[in-house]
């Protein structure tokens, strides 16, 4: 067995300090092999979720969708999906927004796994496997960091609260001084670090000592330690444009894919048979399968399998009814075996509704003061003693100061709202009253002057200090929307009469949940009357900021179809947009819930989420009230398409589908062909930047025959070909209402462009036909066919503009059809009389103006 620190560190292999250029002092190989055993112990098995069993990082983790973000207008000339990377490409040289900056983004909703992507990261580190650019890895919870109030300099920071070197601390720290760009610093869960982020105050002197606020906002900057690297994780909220700045790389962490769901669920279950029937109940349990793209929803249930797979009824449909039965999940097995309390029941409830309260109070304390790390003193004044923390609703946290005693957290941030919500709605030290806070948080979209104000209001408001209503003042915005959310399900009609059963008061939960349905409504109202009034001649839009999708979600909670009724009846827009709203499958089933009580038609804009396969079947019950649907990037496939057809062949009110930037293949295309074939009143499909071949275009030329009310069709950045345009153009030849056409970047070559060109000689209603990026040579297009002798041509053939034009150059062909009247005409005009309108067909390597132009029909 090898002992010595320097002779473990050659027998792994790692890097040589003389080959990287590193100072080779035995003080720095001795801080190495300590810093990395260090952190393989912390990263070894996973922490998250769940303090009862160990698990394996290894032998559990799956990869979730990372896709870099870019700015708006910064995907490329045919404007692709973003591009989705391994965990092992974090810092890729791909999507950079600031060159200059070091820090690297990663922001996801919560539950979406950014603390165990974080682990895995540190792990592959300290086993050698990956991220052998960086020498020294220090980790960092920020949860852990605020709870520090002595000022502390990076000295401080890195030895006293992450790795302490036993020789040469001197020189250790001069090398990391002198060698930044070998250091990779993580923080995560900076949504929880209750300070805000400011560039004024400028710090860059490693060892003077400063607030940890303001040294980790240098760090972040690159005042200190300027070339180290930063990965930073966080909920989308809690990033501000002045953080965005100095961002080199934004990542959006979007959960499991399916594919991610069942590979999870099979490494978790790996007895004979138990992951196929797991996986089969899921898959045809839609409300529940939809919120499991989250990895703390697909934990649960695996937690929770025997109680799911053993029901005889109904499975959980909300959120909310997850986390009742991982709760009695918990309390049934801290107690005696009792083979008659199986599944959902108000037993293992009733007889620890005192722990629940109290762990409920705590929660709610630790939400009001942003505190989410609990000392033993804090729990003892909490009434929290080892009887409840062996239920395993709380876990041991990890210490920023070794050797030190290990506080305890909450198994995540959303059992802690959980826990709030339940205190909220069974404690009789809640005045109904006070209910109207939850309801009345700042979200994201409101200006940074009115949350401030809102902490300010605690103190001349008549509000005691610590009481309910003082808490959730102080509540961080973001926790406040979770924690509403579950309340608004705990006291849902269903709900309700298991909370009942607990011995609690019926009065009680019935005030409460009046009073919460009178917050609910008024908070719908005043973000409706906040929508500016249309345009005149105009439908009236709308572009829902974050607090919409949490008052939609409340309402799905609560499971009321009267109160919805009523709170969509005021609203009154003809466009509802919700783009990067991190609107997933879950969100998109309360969309649903919401929004088919719509009493006139909407057209729904969801681009740039995630809504998936899912998400578009959740969406299904509210197709009938929508007159467009934009599903823009979306991760969508052919099989959520083809659901989303055959339903939209029964709803009277769609005419518009919007679907480029997905993963559609020629496997859709029958249904779209007969989507085309029997909707006599569609108007706009547009399926830019997909997949689809020739064989899919002949499929909905097929469909395009059968046609006679499309008027826009965009399949830019596909592979149709020239099979493909030759389809299409003959399917075209005698179309009477398309007006606009874009096969932008559809490897068309001469073949093809000679087609179209024939189809333009016979269609008299094309006003626009884009054929950027393609490999036309000049002859392809510049061809018509010749009248029937004796006979007076009704336009003209073809006129080249641009004399030297050829494949991959910077100018553009046009080709003019105009009206001229046979008395003023011009040789250079078309003959036709019945015309007042214009073909442009334009044909170069410029910018895809065929992908943007009718991005807003």
């Known amino acids: 067995m090898v002992t010595d620190p320097v002779q473990e560190w050659e027998r792994l292999g790692w890097p040589s300090l003389n080959i990287l250029g590193i100072l080779p002092d035995a003080a720095c190989k001795r801080y190495l092999s300590k810093l990395r055993t260090m952190v393989s112990a912390q990263s070894r098995f996973l922490s998250t979720y769940d303090g009862t069993e160990n698990l394996c990082l290894e032998e559990i983790y799956t990869e979730n969708v990372l896709e870099i973000r870019t700015e708006a207008g910064m995907a490329g000339p045919?404007?692709?999906?973003?591009?989705?990377?391994?965990?092992?490409?974090?810092?890729?040289?791909?999507?950079?927004?600031?060159?200059?900056?070091?820090?690297?983004?990663?922001?996801?909703?919560?539950?979406?796994?950014?603390?165990?992507?974080?682990?895995?990261?540190?792990?592959?580190?300290?086993?050698?496997?990956?991220?052998?650019?960086?020498?020294?890895?220090?980790?960092?919870?920020?949860r852990q960091l605020q709870r520090l109030a002595k000022p502390l300099s990076v000295w401080t920071l890195l030895f006293e609260h992450c790795c302490w070197p036993d020789l040469g601390q001197q020189d250790v720290f001069q090398v990391l001084?002198?060698?930044?760009?070998?250091?990779?610093?993580?923080?995560?869960?900076?949504?929880?670090?209750?300070?805000?982020?400011?560039?004024r105050d400028r710090h860059c002197c490693p060892t003077a000592p400063t607030s940890v606020q303001s040294l980790l906002f240098n760090l972040l900057q690159g005042n200190l330690l300027k070339?180290?690297?930063?990965?930073?994780?966080?909920?989308?909220?809690?990033?501000?444009?002045?953080?965005?700045?100095?961002?080199?790389?934004?990542?959006?962490?979007?959960?499991?894919?399916?594919?991610?769901?069942?590979?999870?669920?099979?490494?978790?279950?790996?007895?004979?048979?138990?992951?196929?029937?797991?996986?089969c109940w899921l898959r045809a349990t839609l409300a529940l399968h939809s919120l499991c793209h989250l990895p703390v929803f697909s934990w649960m249930v695996s937690k929770c399998h025997q109680e799911l797979l053993l029901q005889g009824g109904g499975s959980p449909r909300t959120t909310t009814d997850m986390y009742l039965l991982i709760l009695q999940h918990f309390l049934l097995h801290a107690s005696p075996p009792d083979p008659a309390a199986r599944g959902l029941g108000a037993g293992p409830l009733r007889g620890s509704l005192l722990t629940l309260l109290r762990l409920g109070r705590l929660a709610l304390w630790g939400l009001g003061t942003c505190c989410y790390v609990f000392s033993p003193k804090q729990l003892q004044a909490a009434h929290v003693d080892s009887e409840e923390v062996s239920?395993?609703?709380?876990?041991?946290?990890?210490?920023?100061?070794?050797?030190?005693?290990?506080?305890?957290?909450?198994?995540?941030?959303?059992?802690?709202?959980?826990?709030?919500?339940?205190?909220?709605?069974?404690?009789?030290?809640?005045?109904?009253?006070?209910?109207?806070?939850?309801?009345?948080?700042?979200?994201?979209?409101?200006?940074?002057?009115?949350?401030?104000?809102?902490?300010?209001?605690?103190?001349?408001?008549?509000?005691?200090?610590?009481?309910?209503?003082?808490?959730?003042?102080?509540?961080?915005?973001?926790n406040l929307q979770i924690t509403a959310a579950f309340l608004a399900g705990l006291l849902s009609q269903e709900c309700r009469g298991l909370l009942a059963e607990c011995q609690v008061s019926e009065k009680a939960l019935l005030w409460r949940q009046a009073c919460t349905r009178r917050c609910l409504a008024r908070s719908l109202r005043k973000h409706f009357r906040s929508i500016p009034p249309a345009v005149p001649g105009e439908a009236k839009s709308v572009h829902?900021?974050?607090?919409?999708?949490?008052?939609?979600?409340?309402?799905?909670?609560?499971?009321?179809?009267?109160?919805?009724?009523?709170?969509?009846?005021?609203?009154?827009?003809?466009?509802?947009?919700?783009?990067?709203?991190?609107?997933?499958?879950?969100?998109?089933?309360?969309?649903?819930?919401?929004?088919?009580?719509?009493?006139?038609?909407?057209?729904?804009?969801?681009?740039?989420?995630?809504?998936?396969?899912?998400?578009?079947?959740?969406?299904?019950?509210?197709?009938?009230?929508?007159?467009?649907?934009?599903?823009?990037?979306?991760?969508?496939?052919?099989?959520?398409?083809?659901?989303?057809?055959?339903h939209a062949l029964?709803?009277?009110?769609?005419?518009?589908?919007?679907?480029?930037?997905?993963?559609?293949?020629?496997?859709?295309?029958?249904?779209?062909?007969?989507?085309?074939?029997?909707?006599?009143?569609?108007?706009?499909?547009?399926?830019?930047?997909?997949?689809?071949?020739?064989?899919?275009?002949?499929?909905?030329?097929?469909?395009?025959?059968?046609?006679?009310?499309?008027?826009?069709?965009?399949?830019?950045?596909?592979?149709?070909?020239?099979?493909?345009?030759?389809?299409?153009?003959?399917?075209?030849?005698?179309?009477?209402?398309?007006?606009?056409?874009?096969?932008?970047?559809?490897n068309i070559g001469s073949v093809g462009a000679q087609a179209l060109a024939l189809m333009l000689e016979k269609n008299m209603a094309l006003e626009e036909l884009c054929l950027e990026e393609n490999h036309v040579q000049d002859e392809g297009c510049l061809t018509t066919a010749s009248p029937p002798l004796g006979q007076k041509p009704s336009c003209r053939p073809l006129k080249r503009m641009t004399p030297s034009w050829?494949?991959?150059?910077?100018?553009?062909?046009?080709?003019?059809?105009?009206?001229?009247?046979?008395?003023?005409?011009?040789?250079?005009?078309?003959?036709?009389?019945?015309?007042?309108?214009?073909?442009?067909?334009?044909?170069?390597?410029?910018?895809?103006?065929?992908?943007?132009?009718?991005?807003?029909?």
Not at 556 to 561: I, L, T, W
Not at 660 to 667: A, E, H, Y
Not at 831 to 856: E, H, N, P
């Open 78 to 142: 045919l404007q692709q999906s973003p591009a989705t990377l391994g965990l092992e490409e974090l810092f890729s040289t791909r999507g950079h927004l600031n060159e200059d900056a070091d820090t690297v983004l990663v922001v996801g909703e919560a539950g979406s796994g950014k603390s165990t992507l974080l682990q895995q990261l540190h792990l592959l580190w300290a086993s050698g496997r990956a991220f052998q650019e960086f020498t020294f890895v220090f980790p960092f919870s920020c």
């Open 177 to 199: 001084l002198d060698h930044p760009e070998r250091i990779l610093l993580t923080f995560d869960g900076f949504d929880e670090f209750r300070f805000r982020f400011t560039d």
């Open 227 to 279: 070339n180290a690297r930063k990965v930073l994780t966080s909920r989308p909220d809690a990033v501000s444009a002045s953080l965005r700045k100095h961002v080199r790389t934004e990542l959006n962490l979007k959960g499991f894919s399916e594919e991610g769901i069942e590979l999870y669920l099979r490494k978790r279950h790996r007895e004979p048979g138990v992951a196929d029937r797991l996986i």
């Open 391 to 478: 239920l395993g609703f709380l876990v041991r946290a990890k210490t920023v100061v070794p050797g030190s005693t290990a506080p305890l957290e909450f198994l995540h941030i959303t059992f802690q709202c959980f826990f709030a919500a339940f205190y909220l709605a069974l404690s009789a030290d809640t005045p109904p009253s006070s209910l109207r806070h939850l309801f009345n948080c700042h979200g994201p979209g409101c200006s940074p002057l009115a949350g401030v104000l809102s902490k300010l209001r605690i103190g001349g408001s008549g509000c005691k200090e610590g009481s309910v209503a003082a808490l959730l003042q102080g509540a961080e915005p973001h």
């Open 544 to 646: 829902a900021m974050p607090s919409f999708i949490w008052l939609i979600r409340s309402l799905y909670e609560m499971q009321e179809e009267r109160l919805v009724r009523e709170a969509v009846r005021r609203l009154d827009v003809g466009h509802l947009k919700l783009t990067f709203c991190s609107v997933g499958p879950a969100e998109c089933a309360a969309l649903a819930f919401v929004l088919r009580h719509l009493r006139q038609p909407v057209a729904l804009q969801l681009d740039h989420n995630s809504v998936g396969d899912m998400g578009v079947e959740q969406l299904l019950p509210c197709l009938g009230v929508c007159k467009a649907l934009y599903l823009r990037d979306n991760n969508v496939s052919d099989r959520g398409i083809c659901k989303l057809t055959e």
């Open 650 to 746: 029964r709803c009277e009110q769609l005419q518009k589908l919007a679907l480029f930037n997905n993963k559609l293949t020629d496997g859709c295309a029958h249904s779209m062909a007969k989507l085309l074939a029997c909707k006599q009143n569609f108007l706009a499909l547009r399926l830019g930047n997909n997949h689809i071949t020739a064989a899919g275009a002949e499929v909905l030329a097929q469909g395009l025959r059968a046609n006679a009310s499309l008027q826009f069709l965009g399949l830019w950045g596909n592979k149709v070909g020239d099979r493909g345009a030759q389809a299409l153009a003959e399917a075209l030849g005698d179309h009477q209402s398309l007006r606009w056409l874009s096969l932008v970047g559809n």
């Open 806 to 857: 050829k494949s991959g150059s910077e100018e553009t062909l046009s080709l003019r059809r105009k009206l001229r009247s046979s008395a003023t005409g011009t040789p250079d005009s078309c003959f036709d009389v019945s015309r007042s309108t214009f073909i442009s067909v334009c044909l170069g390597a410029g910018r895809g103006f065929g992908s943007q132009k009718r991005d807003d029909l």
